[in-house]
C-alpha cells in the first residue's frame, strides 16, 4: 500500500527526472529510513540517483552508532553517503534545537553544490504538519504563519520536497516494521518539556482520534491557505511598489496617499507585506504595532509625527510621505552653539552641512542652494545658529512671517526643520541659505555689496 502510494506520487509529481541526483536528509529515524528504502524501490523509470546526507550532531552516545549502521547501509545499497560532525564545543549554551537546524540546512545545501544536485528531499511526513500548524497557532496565529509546511519550496539552487508530507506517521511505522527496516529511536523526543513532544504524545492522537482524517484536513487547509495568501501578497506587492519612492542604505521612503486609499484590513496587508520584503530579516510586526501604525498614518489631525516599530526601527510621516528609518530623529543641537562667517570660507556645521557667504569672484562652482544677499560693511561679523521657529523673517518693509509658519507653509518635516541654519547680522535674521533672504537683505541699496549666501 505504502510502496504503491509513494509511486504513483512520484509518478504524479514528477519531483526530479530519472537518475537525476537528489540529496536525501537522513537522520536514521524510521521516516528517513522510510524515505530511503521507498527511494530505492522505485522502477528505474522513476528512481533518482540517490545522495545520502548525514549530519552527526554529537548530542548523544547513540549518534556514533547511528552513524555507523548508516555508513553500512549506504556501502550495502552502494549509496553515496556524505557526513559531517557538528562538534560539541561548537554547540551554543542556548537555542540549541535552532542552531542545530541551521548547521544541518547549511550542510544540506553544500552537498547540493558540491554534487550538483538540485533537489533536496526531507521525510517530513502529515503528523509533522499537523504538530507544526497546532504549534502556530499556539504560539502567535499570525495568518502568515499558518501556512504550515509545503510540499516544495525553493532551497539554496534547487528545491526541497517533502514527498512524504501526505502519509501518516503511524502507517510509516507499520510498513517499517513489516519490511524489517531498522532505524533508531531519539529518546529526545519523548521528553515532554519540548512543546513539539507534548503536541505530538498529547495533542495529535486526541485530534486523530477525534477524526482519522484530520493529517488529511490539515493538508488541505495548508494548501488552500498557501494559495490564498500568495495572491494576497501578489495584491499587496503590487501597491507596496507603488507606495515606496526612494530606498537607500538606511532609508525607506513612500507615499502615504496611495495606502490611504484602501480599508484598514487592505492597510494591514500592506503593511505587512512591505515589512516582510523590505526587512525580511526581522520578526513580523505584532497585531498591535500594525493597528497603532494604521491610526497613526491616517490621522489627518496630525500631518508629522513618528511611531516606534521595534528592532530600532521608526516611522517618520511627514504630511503625504512616510520614512522608514533606524533608530530616532536627529535631535536638535540647540541654539546654544554659534559661529561667526569669514567671507570667502566655508563653515562647518555640526549636521556636517557647510554654510558660506562668498563674493562672485570666489564662488564655489557646485553648492546645494544659493541666495543673493546685499551687505554694508556695518552689517559684519555675521554667525550661523540652529533656528528654533520662533523667529520671524522680513518678508517686506513693513511684513514679517515667523519661521515656524514659513515651515509649514512649505511643509518642511521635522528632520528639515532641525536641521535649519539661519544667518545672522547682529539681531537680524539675514535669512536661511537654502530656503529664503530677509527683505531687508535680498535688494541692492546705494553702499551694498552683492555676496551670495551658499549652503552645501
Known amino acids: 500500500m505504502v510502496t504503491q502510494a509513494f509511486q504513483n506520487l512520484i509518478k504524479e509529481q514528477q519531483f526530479w527526472q530519472p537518475a537525476e541526483k537528489v540529496v536525501v536528509a537522513t537522520s536514521t529515524g524510521v521516516d528517513s529510513m522510510v524515505l530511503l528504502q521507498l527511494l530505492t524501490q ?16 554529537e548530542l548523544r552516545a547513540e549518534s556514533t552508532t547511528e552513524e555507523t549502521y548508516l555508513r553500512q547501509y549506504c556501502e550495502q545499497q ?22 542545530a537546524r541551521q548547521f544541518r540546512y547549511q550542510f544540506f ?17 502529515g503528523d509533522d504538519q499537523l504538530e507544526t500548524l497546532v504549534m502556530k497557532l499556539i504560539r502567535s496565529g499570525e495568518l502568515h504563519e499558518m501556512r504550515g509546511i509545503q510540499v516544495s519550496r525553493p532551497f539554496g539552487t534547487g528545491q526541497l520536497i517533502r514527498p512524504l508530507l501526505t502519509f501518516d506517521k503511524a502507517i510509516l511505522r507499520q510498513f517499517a516494521n513489516q519490511q524489517g527496516i531498522q532505524y533508531f529511536e531519539d529518546g529526545t523526543n519523548q521528553n515532554l518539556d519540548v512543546l513539539r513532544n507534548r ?3 498529547q495533542i495529535v492522537p486526541q485530534l486523530k482520534q477525534e477524526n482519522p482524517q484530520v493529517i488529511q484536513n490539515a493538508n488541505r487547509f495548508s494548501t488552500s491557505l498557501s494559495a490564498l495568501l500568495t495572491s494576497q501578497n501578489d495584491w499587496a506587492m503590487t501597491v507596496v ?12 521612503v513612500g507615499n502615504l496617499t496611495i495606502i490611504q486609499q484602501f480599508t484598514p484590513v487592505q492597510q494591514r496587508l500592506i503593511w505587512q507585506q512591505l515589512w516582510r520584503t523590505e526587512y525580511p530579516g526581522l520578526p513580523a510586526l505584532k497585531n498591535n504595532q500594525l493597528t497603532e501604525l494604521i491610526q497613526f498614518t491616517n ?44 567671507v570667502n570660507q566655508w563653515c562647518l556645521l555640526p549636521n556636517a552641512e557647510r554654510i558660506g557667504v562668498f563674493d562672485l569672484e570666489h564662488l564655489p562652482q557646485k553648492v546645494t542652494s544659493q541666495q543673493v544677499i546685499w551687505l554694508t560693511s556695518t552689517d559684519w561679523p555675521l554667525t550661523v545658529q540652529q533656528l528654533t521657529g520662533s523667529e520671524r523673517l522680513a518678508i517686506g518693509h513693513e511684513h514679517t512671517k515667523s519661521i515656524k509658519r514659513l515651515f509649514i507653509d512649505l511643509k518642511w518635516s521635522q528632520r528639515q526643520r532641525q536641521n535649519s541654519w539661519g544667518v545672522w547680522s547682529h539681531d537680524q535674521l539675514i535669512g536661511l541659505p537654502q530656503l529664503r533672504v530677509s527683505a531687508l537683505f535680498n535688494q541692492p541699496q546705494t553702499g551694498k555689496i552683492r555676496y551670495v549666501l551658499c549652503c552645501d
Open 199 to 201: 503536541v505530538r504524545h
Open 42 to 57: 522505485l522502477p528505474m523509470g522513476l528512481k533518482p540517483t540517490i545522495i545520502v546526507a548525514h549530519v552527526n550532531h
Open 299 to 342: 490621522q489627518q489631525a496630525k500631518p508629522q509625527g513618528q511611531i516606534d516599530l521595534g528592532h530600532d526601527y521608526v516611522l517618520m510621516k511627514v504630511y503625504n510621505q512616510f520614512i522608514i528609518r533606524p533608530g530616532q530623529p536627529q535631535e536638535s543641537v540647540g541654539t546654544t552653539w554659534s559661529a561667526k562667517l569669514t
Open 78 to 99: 552502494q549509496l553515496t553517503l556524505k557526513v559531517a560532525h557538528w562538534p560539541a564545543n561548537a554547540h551554543p549554551t542556548t537555542g540549541i534545537e535552532a542552531a
Open 241 to 252: 511598489k507603488l507606495m515606496v519612492r526612494h530606498k537607500a542604505q538606511t532609508e525607506l
Open 109 to 125: 545545501e553544500s552537498v547540493m553544490e558540491s554534487t550538483g544536485a538540485k533537489v533536496l528531499l526531507t521525510a517530513h511526513h
